[in-house]
């Protein structure tokens, strides 16, 4: 088939993001636009994809491992409507996760209108309110796409009511109310204005896309003839050229080899000239020779360019409104990993190594913070949440660093002279026969719950309001109440005064007493102590964290002990042993799960926990020392 020609005015122009909730298909969908738009070969798009993964758009190894989108994307297609005029779409996929709304927020910008996804079983969910609520402030009209119609219990018309509630709720004004609907299904590649009339392909998709989402030209603020402005929203980097500015031009044109100004954050101006200018087309980028007002593309060539700087004209330099997103609400400390391990398996192992990391990561994470630590080998890194520092932690092991990270801290916030807490909106989607438990649990916590609704004839949909600090660790434990069922969401909803102590882990820890591997023989003899983290053959040291007691203390074993030979012919010589399964932590697991006075060493083949202190002695006088504390302070 041959590609549609090519579409190079404004008014032919439509730039639009895709914005869901997690796992609603939006990443799916935007694979099959790309398909069916008829710019690729057949094949083509399959190669691109790398062979191992049908999501085209989830080009990192992290995204295609979790099947989740972590970065947003940008893809333009060439499409030919049914009155044979030619138009370029411009496609922005962004994360789901409310941990990622730094993407969210600032891609926004670049878009005229969006495509809100949503799931036709689920219906809106935490970050469908957490996205649109975005959508809404950069003053985007929705596109409602009712996804998964083929899904058995789907109940599209009870969604499309519930979304227009979820407007309503938002605040948002009638012309965003007065939405388009189209029923779809990502997988299959159909879409269908009529669910009585099952679609064939996504033409009317197409076709909504280029009714509804406006042209940059429409409201007469995209001038062509008028000085350069373009807002930077996203950074790429190429070893051989540096920094690559991605973003959106909303009057003028860019050309290569041009003198421009950045001007920046603080307002002050830094003289540059293009090397490159590169236009979206398909996944990839092409050179162009010029792009005018409305288009988005990427400039090659401008040093020290930042997220939120405003490229102009040198003869006229206005600023546009620079890029605003949500503070972080999780802080940690990243810290260089000292213990016995140190250095044996990575290859990044010093704190001007592990700073340079962070530094480089802040050009493009606008919703990251760094600052200096306690010591000098310390950094306190702040986030949108365990999901946002987690990824930047496995990037970094995957990348050869050595570290030590400390337990993750809600930030608090002062209001009106009064000290606050973030309070979050919790869902939790569970079978019936699991949700006392759930309730138990969440209750423990303090939890309140808000809605409880039932969705089909076996599954309940619970909404809590619940603090930041009391969601710390508590997914594995709502995991564990319904063997492995729940799916849980979460998202910021306000702050609210500080109440209450933060719920504390109920067991205490097993901790290496020596040095060496684990031996079989010790861990049968502990196994009636807790459960295991480690199994035999592990190389473990003193202070580490081999397992989980099973009461509330913390104890020291000799997790590494061996069984002594004798001339004596044991009564249970000729019996079998069976260890139990251990509990292997991921990352994001062993992050909620530590306490204040242990740490989770990262390395690229090892997630370990351990004590602070590493000496057991050392730790017996802390602990005087606090309960001295204490009881001075009462």
Not at 388 to 411: A, C, D, F, K, T
Request: glycine share 8%; proline share 6%.
């Amino acid at each position: 088939m041959p590609p549609p020609p090519t579409a190079t005015t404004a008014s032919s122009l439509r730039n639009v993001a895709v914005i869901a909730h997690v796992d609603h298909g939006k990443t799916t969908l935007v694979d099959q636009l790309l398909k069916q738009s008829g710019n690729f070969r057949a094949g083509e798009l399959e190669k691109l994809a790398g062979g191992q993964h049908d999501l085209i758009m989830d080009s990192n190894p992290l995204e295609r491992e979790r099947g989740i989108t972590i970065l947003s994307k940008n893809c333009a297609v060439q499409y030919t409507s049914l009155e044979g005029r030619p138009y370029r779409i411009n496609i922005i996929d962004t994360p789901g996760h409310a941990d990622f709304g730094g993407e969210v927020e600032r891609v926004l910008r670049m878009a005229d209108g969006c495509l809100l996804i949503v799931d036709a079983f689920d219906g809106p969910m935490p970050q469908t309110k957490f996205v649109l609520t975005k959508a809404l402030e950069a003053g985007l009209k929705p596109v409602v796409v009712i996804n998964k119609c083929d899904r058995p219990n789907a109940r599209p018309d009870q969604v499309v009511d519930e979304v227009f509630d979820l407007l309503v709720e938002l605040g948002a004004d009638d012309h965003a109310l007065d939405f388009q609907i189209v029923y779809a299904s990502g997988r299959n590649g159909w879409a269908t204005l009529d669910l009585d009339a099952p679609g064939t392909d996504l033409r009317p998709l197409f076709e909504k896309i280029i009714a509804e989402v406006p042209s940059p030209d429409q409201d007469g603020e995209c001038d062509p003839e008028a000085p350069l402005q373009m807002l930077v929203t996203t950074l790429d980097y190429n070893e051989y050229v540096g920094r690559i500015a991605i973003g959106r031009i909303f009057n003028g044109s860019i050309r290569p080899s041009m003198p421009i100004v950045m001007i920046k954050r603080d307002g002050t101006l830094k003289p540059a000239k293009t090397l490159k200018v590169l236009r979206f087309v398909g996944l990839g980028r092409q050179e162009a020779e010029s792009v005018s007002a409305g288009d988005l593309c990427a400039v090659v060539g401008l040093e020290g360019v930042d997220i939120g700087d405003t490229i102009a004209s040198p003869e006229s330099p206005v600023a546009l409104p620079t890029v605003t997103v949500d503070e972080p609400t999780i802080s940690m400390t990243f810290r260089i990993n000292d213990s016995p391990f140190a250095g044996q398996e990575g290859q990044f192992v010093t704190s001007r190594q592990i700073r340079d990391r962070l530094m480089r990561e802040l050009e493009h994470n606008v919703a990251l913070r760094v600052e200096p630590g306690r010591t000098s080998d310390e950094f306190l890194v702040s986030g949108r949440g365990i999901l946002h520092l987690g990824i930047l932690l496995e990037n970094m092991r995957r990348e050869g660093y050595e570290l030590s990270v400390g337990r993750p801290q809600v930030i608090l916030k002062e209001i009106n002279g009064e000290l606050c807490e973030p309070l979050e909106t919790l869902v939790v989607d569970v079978p019936n026969e699991a949700v006392g438990s759930v309730m138990e649990v969440v209750g423990a916590r303090k939890g309140e719950l808000k809605k409880m609704e039932a969705r089909g004839d076996t599954i309940s949909h619970l909404v809590f309001e619940i603090t930041s600090r009391a969601l710390i660790g508590l997914r594995g434990r709502l995991l564990t109440a319904s063997q492995g069922e729940a799916i849980v969401h979460h998202r910021f909803d306000r702050f609210v005064p500080v109440g209450g102590e933060r719920p504390e882990r109920q067991n205490g820890v097993l901790i290496a007493l020596e040095s060496g591997p684990v031996t079989a023989y010790a861990v049968e003899q502990l196994a009636d102590r807790g459960v295991m983290f480690v199994i035999p053959g592990d190389k473990v040291y003193s202070g580490q964290i081999v397992g989980e007691h099973n009461r509330d203390n913390d104890l020291t074993v000799n997790i590494t002990r061996l069984k002594h030979l004798t001339n004596i012919r044991a009564a249970s010589k000729e019996a079998t042993v069976t260890l139990k399964a251990p509990r292997r932590l991921g990352l994001e697991a062993a992050l909620e799960y530590i306490e204040d006075d242990e740490l989770v060493e990262l390395t690229p083949t090892s997630v370990r926990l351990r004590k602070r202190l590493l000496d057991e002695s050392a730790r017996r006088k802390a602990d005087r020392q606090a309960r001295q504390a204490a009881e001075d302070r009462a």
